[in-house]
């Protein structure tokens, strides 16, 4: 036992010395070829993270030196009756809502694309994809001035066909849906391409095997085509969540917030406590989106381990 | 062989990071490139003319040549600090509002206007509209020089005012909230009273228009001054008066279906391309009261960053392009800006612009308001909240309530960073 240990720990020494070398060795050899990204995700991802998670702790007007506040920003967001927790709630709540409503839609709606163009014998699929895809290409902002356009409720293209009298930007709950679908419009490309490159992936047998089995579509969507597309599935759920966490664009194009704040994210407010018109209120704004942060992180973490165990 | 490919890697690596170094350098700047860096908002038509007003200066080959440099107006705010941090690549010239530019100067970041005076004497108050000089000066010390100012004002269509015999509403040129209400079951159902744009910079004026002041009336916004007036329009909108909120307010006016319409005096140029030049009427701003008739302007100014680096030659320059500026506005002044400069209010080219309209005589000269309220923009800024009130998505109340929590939350958190 004894002579085991010692040769273990003449070996761990020897080892050791040449384990120096031989991990440096390759990261030497690595780095060049990632430090482009590395420095990159350094100046544009991990600094300002860093610098954001400090100026959440104090009071800062983009002036000067960040007076430290401790967790006052936070103790305000937190207090019941405060402007600040009125807002963080208010619109966590309708990030919630647009979370909740547009991941589910952005993710079934083209797996169900992708089902019907993965179809054998299918002509045309390349184009429809195409089409599909191209609205993901097009800015937010450009895409929601057309559809503005479209839900006009004076001349919009919708009221004027159907001989409507509908707010759809100024009322509940058509303002919402006015966002649920410009964001479905812009989000099927990506997701689409996705799931239709990973059917092609699935091994044809398994549906040969099934359908001599006497199963149906449906069995066979969920029993073999949605168990080999889980990964594919998971990732553009995770992605397809934290993009819709992030949500800006679409509710400050269509409705800007309105009607009453009811799509008021919390990135509209974040942006306009750090960039107002008038001083700005940069800690705040730092402590809402590092709060946001833990939320997205949190809600990751349960994804991937959830991916891990199925996995 | 493995370590010779490791050096030519990183001999590569390292000459690609110097070649960026010096490109990155290079961009800076850092030498004096004889050129003036000004920075502006002017995205639009505005950046256009100034553009040609840049160009024309250039063709003069002064020492030092403008590079005009538009960018969204917040992005010029962050950009200003950005630099002011770093004390690097400070822009010359720059151009911000009323309310900004109190917001520099009291961060201490603006450099009064005496150093510019040195080199061009005639960028002094003389030269100026009162109002908008007031509007620049902190203490008594200049840190900003007028360039024009802007607002929503009350257009009206002569043909519509004529068919509808509404000549008694224009009789003493002010147009009172009360009297839009008064067009109720006057109108045909397709033709509004009013195309109501951007009702928080007519706010302004509203407050005004009751004796109010804006560093008084930001920290009471559920008081009279706000509410009396956006009550009147509520009930404008209860009785048909008003354009719905999702009808351009620009397009709704021009194409006929709207009396007046509350548009920006830089809104005229388009307005005359859209309709008939002779049937446009221009008065003053709307107001809650006949009684002192206001009109609050907003005003884009000169600044300049403090920059113990500029040197006198460069001042000199900043200052001879200001000047060169003020002496060729009418480029600008043919788009719908209000000019702040003598040479122009009193140039008989000036005079025929529709905009001339509320700087000509002393009656209108009077009814001129500004303000350089660092937190003035707070209120400005909720345009959303404005509109959810005058169409009924939010009660008074409730929407003045919001509109207090709103300002005093985040001039809270200022007077507690100070």
New interface residues.
Partial sequence: MGIINESVTADHVAGKRKTLDERLHPFMHAFPYIAPHLIIFAVFGIIPIVFGLYISFTRWNLIGSPKWAGLDNFRLIMTPGTYFNKVFFKDLWNTLLFVVINVPLCIVVPLLLAVLLNKKGLKGAGLFQAILYIPGLISVAAGALVWKMVFNSQYGMINTTFHLQVNWLGEQPWAWITIFVLSLWAGIGGNLVIYRSALSGVDQNLYEAAQVDGAGPVRIFFSITLPEIRLPLFYTTIMTTVGAFNVWGQPLMMTNGGPAQSTQVLLMDIKNLAFPAGPSAAGMASAMALLLGIILMILSIIQIVFMNKED | MALVN?RK??K??AAAAAGALVLSMSACGTADDKTLHFWNSMTGNDGVAMQQIVKDYNATNPEYKVVFQPMQG?DV??KL?SV??TGKNIPDLVIQDN??TG?LQ??K?LSPIKDLQKYQPSLSKDNYLPTSWDAVEFGGEAYGIPLYLYQMVLYYNKDLVKKYNLDYILDDDVVTIDEINGLKGKLPKDVYALSLGNLPWVAMSLVYNQGGTLDKAVHDMKGDVWRKPLEQLVEANKNGLLN????DVLQTFASGKAVFGLLGTFDVGTLEEAMDKDKIGVTNTLQYSADNPTNFFWQANWIQLKDPSRSEAREKASADFIEYVRTHFMTMAKIGQVSASNVDLDSPEYQKLPQSYFTTGDKERAMLRSSNY?????A??A???F??IV?G??TVDDGLQ?LQ??T???IQ??E??E
Avoid: H, K, R
């Fill in positions: 490791m890697i990183w590569l690596a917040g705010t962050t600090y002011e941090q309310f900004q917001v009291d961060q970041l719905p909120i999702d009808m660092m937190y003035g923009g707070y400005t800024s345009w959303g909240t509109n959810d169409y998505n939010v919001l929590d709103q005093q939350g985040q958190i200022q507690q960073s």
